[in-house]
């Protein structure tokens, strides 16, 4: 079983749906990462959160540290929304970082 | 401007010769990492440094080195190149400060190809 999780592993959306991936780690962590990569593209950071909830534009990031489970959500998805997903966990040291193995997501117009 | 560069972009070499992969950064972060990124992986640690001269291997560091003689830069060696190690390769930069530590910036990556 891998130590961090996501789900789904592929998915297509019409343009302006709600949309949520899931993550859910199974390591000790000091922080969780969502990150962006579009095809061919680099690897953006989204968010870096450790409890509660974060917001950025359209996009919302939570994690329960109980349940060790984050969600990412995007609000009125769009087509330039079509990218991997990443999800990954650092551990209590803050500079190891075991990463999923992404969610592909492709919106429609 | 960004913060990280790696150079090359691309590379195509041959199995058996040595290569070498630059990581530049002007953010001033304490620690480096690289990753190489396959099909149906996820991100996966190769080497990672947390000062000058300090590194450590990450989980697939077999037929890898790396260096750090100054903060700004990280190099990654494959000594012998071999078609396993054909890949994209991140490097990524993280820093911390008063123990907590904030995010990661990644470079754009290298493609390389061993033929």
């Known amino acids: 079983k891998n130590e961090v999780e996501q789900s789904p592993q592929n998915l297509t959306a019409q343009e302006g749906e709600f949309i949520t991936i899931n993550c859910s780690y199974s390591?000790?962590?000091?922080?969780l990462h969502w990150l962006q990569q579009h095809p061919g593209g680099g690897i953006v950071s989204l968010f870096m959160l450790s409890s509660g909830k974060k917001k950025h534009g359209r996009l919302i990031a939570t994690i329960n540290i109980q349940e060790k489970h984050s969600s990412l959500h995007i609000t009125a998805s769009h087509p330039r929304d079509s990218a991997v997903y990443i999800c990954a966990a650092s551990n209590t040291g803050g500079f190891k970082t075991i990463f999923g193995a992404g969610t592909r997501l492709f919106v429609k117009a | 401007d960004a913060g990280i560069t790696q150079s090359p972009r691309h590379k195509v070499t041959e199995t058996g010769t040595p290569v070498t992969l630059r990581c530049h950064q002007t953010e001033n972060h304490r620690y480096m990492y690289w990753y190489r990124q396959d099909p149906g992986h996820g991100l996966r640690l190769i080497h990672y440094?947390?000062?000058?001269?300090?590194?450590d291997k990450g989980e697939v560091s077999d037929g890898y080195s790396v260096s750090r003689s100054k903060t700004e830069d990280f190099l990654l060696t494959l000594e012998s190149a071999t078609s396993s190690q054909t890949s994209v390769y991140f490097c990524?930069?993280?820093?911390?400060?008063?123990?907590?530590?904030?995010?990661?910036?990644f470079g754009s990556g290298t493609r390389l190809t061993v033929v």
């Open positions: 440094s947390y000062g000058v001269k300090d590194t």
């Open positions: 990524a930069i993280s820093g911390a400060t008063g123990g907590a530590y904030y995010g990661y910036t």
């Open positions: 390591v000790g962590i000091s922080a």
